[in-house]
């Protein structure tokens, strides 16, 4: 595939169009995507960095305080624009990859696709879910614990963007 091509079709479209095209590469590309000793290597390594941050929220009680808010009927921020807009096709794949079973989850037409009964389905998740800090989470955190929770934030994205190149660099072979 072209760069061009990737980029024009893995970003575009809602989540139901995103998840076609990441289910259309798994099929075409799938074994030979698991065997590629540098993308094992990388989903490796963002696994080990999804358990450190996991570790980072439950130290803060994140999960408390969001199913807190997620409960109340205007609360929760996983919105169907999150869905559409900031998921794209590669970041299926990889979440494909990494064993997750992929599928649209929610269809109320309020919320993100993929958030199941017990929260976000996917384990590498978009730039801007990984990077959003909403007023409850800083009003209840000290300046360290967002610290922390930034510097473990970033180095996900980090390895999910080098993992994104790599499967942009196969796809182009
Ligand atoms: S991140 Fe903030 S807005 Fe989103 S569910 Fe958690 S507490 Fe609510
Ligand atoms: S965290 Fe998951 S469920 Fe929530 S908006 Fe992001 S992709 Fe959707």
Avoid at 91 to 115: K, Q, R
Avoid at 148 to 159: D, W
């Amino acid at each position: 595939m072209k760069y061009q091509k990737i980029i024009a079709t893995c970003f575009c479209g809602d989540a139901a169009a995103k998840l076609k095209l990441a289910e259309g590469l798994a099929e075409s590309y799938g074994k030979d995507l698991e065997q590629n000793d540098s993308i094992k290597d990388g989903l490796a390594k963002a696994r080990i960095l999804v358990s450190t941050l996991d570790a980072q929220m439950a130290d803060m009680d994140m999960g408390r305080i969001c199913s807190g808010c997620a409960a109340r009927v205007d609360g929760g921020c996983c919105s169907t624009y999150m869905g559409n807009e900031n998921n794209d096709a590669l970041l299926l794949l990889m979440n494909h990859l990494a064993g997750v079973e992929v599928s649209l989850v929610c269809d109320n037409g309020v919320e993100c696709s993929f958030l199941g009964k017990k929260g976000c389905i996917l384990l590498l998740k978009p730039i801007f879910c990984l990077n959003y800090l909403c007023k409850q989470i800083r009003a209840r955190a000290s300046a360290e614990e967002i610290i922390l929770l930034e510097q473990k934030s970033g180095a996900l994205l980090t390895a999910q963007y080098q993992l994104e190149q790599l499967l942009i660099g196969f796809l182009q072979r």
